[in-house]
């Protein structure tokens, strides 16, 4: 990471193969990493999930996070959730399928997937800090109808260290929109997950096959290495 003392260039080891990684240009992007999904009685249970499945990702994501806030990376946490008028959900969504609660029903944490509500909020073991960045997505797309893709510019940001849940899902579809968009996006394999693990082992596949046609994928083991041997010291 760069300051007074080091460069500002780490090698990651990843696949299809290590990238340089400018951390001055490098932002960490968790993508959604909430009640919603992540515990019983939110939007991924109500899709007949297990949500146990998702648990894995929690301590991989905090100690890059951890890391990140210890070198002073632009950190982004996105959630997924609609206005509480519903206004900024497609019908197309709602009324998907068979769910035992839908988009805006009250459950256990509050409306299903409605901003503001107790389920939509980060969870406590990764919460954001004031001072860092949380965009509110309506889509599975962190870009789409959204002010990510300013605040990256703003910030001077060309790399992404991508982890969050799901991994087919929002991580796969942000991955492809910064793609196109012309980041290099580099997937912490441990830090995502899925409720289908096949599909896990298959949304990493697909971002890195080809030569990397989507991006890199990556561990948060080889990204605290490459930010230096002081941050691996103090992995949580
Ligand atoms: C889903 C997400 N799975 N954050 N959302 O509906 O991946």
Excluded at 67 to 88: I, K
Aim: charged share 20%; aromatic share 6%; net charge negative.
């Amino acid at each position: 990471m760069t300051n007074s003392k080091g460069p500002s260039i780490g090698k990651v080891a990843a696949e299809p193969e290590p990238i340089a990684l400018d951390w001055t240009a490098t932002a960490l992007l968790i993508i959604d990493m909430q009640r919603d999904f992540m515990e019983p009685g939110g939007f991924g249970e109500t899709l007949g999930n297990d949500v146990s499945q998702l648990a894995r990702a929690v301590k991989p994501i905090a100690s890059v996070l951890s890391a990140a806030r210890e070198t002073g990376m632009l950190v982004v946490h996105t959630r997924e959730g609609h206005l509480p008028d519903l206004s900024d959900a497609p019908p197309a969504k709602v009324e998907r399928g068979a769910p035992s609660l839908r988009i805006g029903d009250p459950g256990p944490m509050g409306r299903i997937l409605i901003r503001g509500e107790a389920g939509h909020d980060i969870i406590p073991e990764l919460y954001p800090l004031d001072s860092e960045i949380v965009i509110d997505k309506p889509g599975k797309g962190a870009f789409y109808a959204t002010e990510l893709g300013d605040i990256l510019e703003k910030y001077g940001i060309e790399n992404l260290l991508v982890c969050g849940v799901t991994t087919e899902v929002c991580v796969n579809t942000t991955v492809r929109e910064a793609n196109d968009r012309g980041y290099r996006c580099v997937v912490l394999a441990d830090g995502c997950a899925s409720y289908f693990p096949e599909f896990h082992e298959m949304g990493l596949k697909m971002i890195k096959a080809q030569g990397g046609i989507f991006g890199w994928v990556t561990n948060s083991a080889a990204v605290l290495e490459a930010l230096g041997p002081e941050v691996a010291a103090n992995r949580p």
